[in-house]
């Protein structure tokens, strides 16, 4: 109950009463899990295989305002349940699930595997940084000998422990994660 799901849009949609862009659709035409979805994306718990949906943009500066917004149609077009576009008229919305091609599969294909591999990245990024700062916390480096050995030790540290800014933070748990932020892993999601 209340739940929802949130379209992405690619580019912005402007609203038709005031021009504001708007970005998202929070939709309840699918599962209702709050996922996140863009064209290219499987909607998950819909009833419609291919078709057009209609739903309606909600216009947040409108809100605001106070005004009423206008009656501002949107159109998803669904192809073998996979998002393939968002479109303000029925007419365009009709001519692109018509277009679907081979193409649009690769290039869907093409920017999930973009996304999953950023992630990955970003993910080992993290689990490296946290898995170092465990090992900081349960050997803590002592002092060492000022002699050739010593200075190979302190070398070999240097290369392999975090950075100083995260070792000296007052709470490097938080600066690893500062250092990891959430945005690397979602550019481009749209
Ligand atoms: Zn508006």
């Not at 490296?128 to 302190?154: F, I, K, M, Q």
């Amino acid at each position: 109950m209340g739940m929802f799901d949130t379209i992405h849009f690619k580019k912005p949609l402007a609203c038709p009463s005031c021009g504001a862009e708007i970005t998202s659709l929070q939709t309840k035409d699918f599962e209702c899990v709050l996922a996140s979805y863009h064209v290219g994306s499987v909607l998950r718990g819909g009833t419609v295989h291919s078709g057009i949906i209609k739903d309606r943009l909600w216009c947040d500066a409108c809100n605001k305002a106070g005004r009423s917004p206008a009656d501002s149609p949107v159109y998803l077009v669904v192809w073998h349940t996979v998002l393939a576009g968002v479109e303000q008229e029925l007419a365009q919305a009709e001519g692109r699930l018509a277009a679907v091609d081979r193409l649009d599969l690769i290039a869907w294909l093409d920017e999930a595997q973009l996304e999953a591999d950023r992630w990955h990245r970003r993910f080992c990024q993290l689990h490296s940084d946290v898995t170092r700062w465990h090992e900081h916390l349960a050997h803590p480096p002592g002092p060492t000998p000022d002699d050739e050995e010593g200075r190979r030790e302190r070398s070999f540290r240097r290369l392999f422990s975090l950075p100083d800014e995260i070792l000296n933070a007052l709470d490097p748990l938080a600066a690893i994660l500062a250092a990891n932020p959430i945005a690397a892993g979602e550019k481009g999601l749209d």
